[in-house]
């Protein structure tokens, strides 16, 4: 395995606020942390990184009093503890910020963050001062009076840090908190972080984008496999070094789209409509045109009519008007159908939709032609066949099980994904659909991922190549596959735009109803695309 040459100097000399040593957990036929040792110093930003399956999560549930360690220390302020529960982590002072807000869509601001505040008769009232004067202190913008229903990701991230806060947290546990943000909630999210930090508290920064890491994080603890394999302090490190640290290999960062395969007209959607499940307009008018060998990335912040969008396409969901036509023919019949047209949907919940949790690996990996030969003969199914095409699959696409008979609920995320990569990508599709395809997914996953995506568009097959549709909060991503990225905003279209003409800040403007040419909202009387015709980006 290759050496990283890392600069690495000693830590703060001060005692430190959180230490843990010597950290081992054990599940069964697993040891998810092993002999884990790491500090954290007061006024400091540690970014936790390594690979899905590395360890990170266990060790933020030890911390947050989700497990208990089976060996090992944990102290703070020099002082051995055991946190018994997260009640108990926040009277010690260890506050998370979840992947995903846990909060109350129907209650305002104040609301939720007056739950488990202990007062009995109208919390909320007590909260607007409280929250009046932590925004002011540390740049959190949070009106108290809103609905969490009506508030943006970056919004609700602030609501999230501010319930840490007002529980008088000193430590601060980020989980992927730049997941679902535009490059403008990024940025404020880092000016709250430098202002806790400048005011004394310890933050913990887990993340998979390690530019975001070296932008703000003082130091670097990498674990792979359980164990910690490195640490660094962030001046002295590098993107490629703390990439090969965590997967023990190079890792590119070149934009992985080269040359554009684009060729003829594959799908063309003129003037879709859609209605969302609650009702409302999701999509408005819609047009654009995907061609054989050509990446189109969607961006656009959750709730836009990104998922309505690809429903459609995929036969989910009946639109109100417009047309979708493949290859001059028109689109039509119910996910079964399309399929057999050529279209293959990896979508955004793989977990329930993509997957049938309870079913094994082998089942999984043959859902789509598990009713023809040669999986069935008959009418009824050949497991030797079926055990041997999952076998073939699990090869190709390095899916790490058990075996095939596991159930793929307890594989990784990763591993899922891989598991319906191999099933909808089997067959050679024109037309692939991919929703999220690499979100949350570690940075050997991801590179795997957009390869296979990215070899699907190169015609090999004689067909021409795929068409592929990227529907991504990831601007990194999307402007990396890409030969072209449009805009969902308000279920209406903006582009699509060749990659080299824009920028992930021009993008985000875009995603939060900017102009692309002087950043000014779009009025809510004009449509989103006049407000972009004939601008540079």
Known sequence: MPRVQMAVTDPPTAPPVLELRHITKRFPGVVANDDVSLSLHQGEVLALLGENGAGKSTLISILYGLYRPDEGQMLLAGQEVRVASPAHALKLGIGLVPQHPMLVSRHTVAENLALGAGSAFFPARGMRGRIAELSSRYGL??????????????????????????????????????????????????????ELRAGGKSLIFISHKLEEVLSITDRVTVLRRGRVVGHAVTAGATREGLAEMMVGRNVSFERKRGQSHAGLPLLSVSGLSARSSRGTRALNDVSFTLHHGEVLGVAGVAGNGQTELIEVLAGLLTPDAGQALLDGQPLLGGPAERFALGVAHIPEDRIHMGTVPSMSVAENLSLRQYARAPLSRGGVRDLKAQNALAGREVQAYSISTPGLATPTRLLSGGNIQKVILARELAGNPKLILAVHPTYGLDIGATDQVHSVLLAKTTGADGNGGAGVLIVSEDLEELMSLSDRVAVLYHGQLLGPYPVAEVTRERLGLLMTGGSADAGTAVSGQAAPGAAVSGATL
């Open 141 to 194: 913008s949070v009106n108290p009076g809103a609905r969490v229903a009506d508030l943006s990701p970056g919004e609700k991230q602030r609501v999230e840090i501010l319930r840490s806060l007002l529980r008088g947290v000193q430590v601060l546990i980020l989980d992927e908190p730049t997941s679902v943000l535009t490059p403008q909630e990024v940025g404020g999210l880092f000016r709250v972080m430098r």
